[in-house]
């Protein structure tokens, strides 16, 4: 998750925490997908047991918008007089990512990538982004142009293979992106998650390519 340290004045701590800590929560409910600038996520044990008892770690949908709207706040006043920094860009995308709003995300993500395109992290996000609203080819295709700017980069390639298998059930080419991962990376702290996933992939060897994938299990 990037670090969006500007708050408004009138963004509490309380308030501060709850988001933080169910960013996380979502993070390792979403499951499988590791920002673009991001080492994976932590255990949810760790995460569930920092949030203090009265902390309502499940905020609605509308409380977590109004939330990153806040948030957000400071940095949508500082893009009034800079609108062309990616930067600020892509951290005004980051906090409407981590509530689940993927369609504010993408806006603040393409216009950040159309003044810094060769952005790798930032183009990462955009793709798991559009994943998330259900288009794994939009998500392949920026994940692919991450790539063309940072070919071994470890996240593009761990959620690029978790795409090819899980939206276009592309056992082969999935594979083929962990291997590459793992080949590239040796030092990468999740590649006993990858091996796993290749191991779990290649249970499904036998269905047809743009089948849906049979969900993963925790």
């Known amino acids: ?14 308030q501060a925490y709850t988001l933080a800590v169910v960013c996380l929560l979502l993070g390792v409910a979403g499951g499988w997908f590791i920002r673009g600038s991001q080492s994976p996520a932590a255990p949810a044990a760790n995460v569930e ?3 203090p008892a009265n902390v309502n770690a499940q905020p609605t949908p509308e409380q977590m918008r109004k939330m990153a709207d806040t948030q957000a706040a400071p940095l949508l006043e500082q893009l009034k007089s800079n609108a062309n920094d990616p930067q600020l860009l892509g951290k005004i995308g980051n906090i409407y990512y981590d509530v689940q709003d993927y369609a504010t995300a ?10 810094q395109p060769a952005d ?16 794994p080819d939009s998500a392949i295709q920026e994940f692919n142009k991450a790539l063309s700017y940072a070919p071994n980069k470890a996240n593009t390639l761990f959620n690029l293979g978790v795409v090819q298998w899980q939206g276009k059930m592309d056992i082969k080419s999935a ?17 006993d998650r990858v091996k796993q996933l290749i191991a779990e992939a290649e249970k499904h060897t036998n269905v047809k390519p743009g089948t849906a994938a049979k969900p993963l299990s925790n």
């Not at 998750?1 to 309380?14: E, I, L, P, Y």
């Not at 993408?106 to 003044?115: E, G, M, T």
């Not at 790798?120 to 288009?135: E, F, K, M």
């Open 1 to 14: 998750m990037s670090d969006n340290k500007s708050q408004a004045t009138t963004w509490t701590g309380v």
């Open 49 to 51: 047991s920092a949030v």
């Open 106 to 115: 993408i806006s603040y993500y393409l216009r950040a990538l159309n003044i």
């Open 120 to 135: 790798a992290d930032v183009r990462t996000d955009l793709a798991t982004a559009y994943w998330y609203t259900g288009n």
């Open 175 to 191: 594979v083929a992106t962990w291997q590459k991962l793992l080949a590239t990376n040796p030092n990468y702290e999740n590649k």
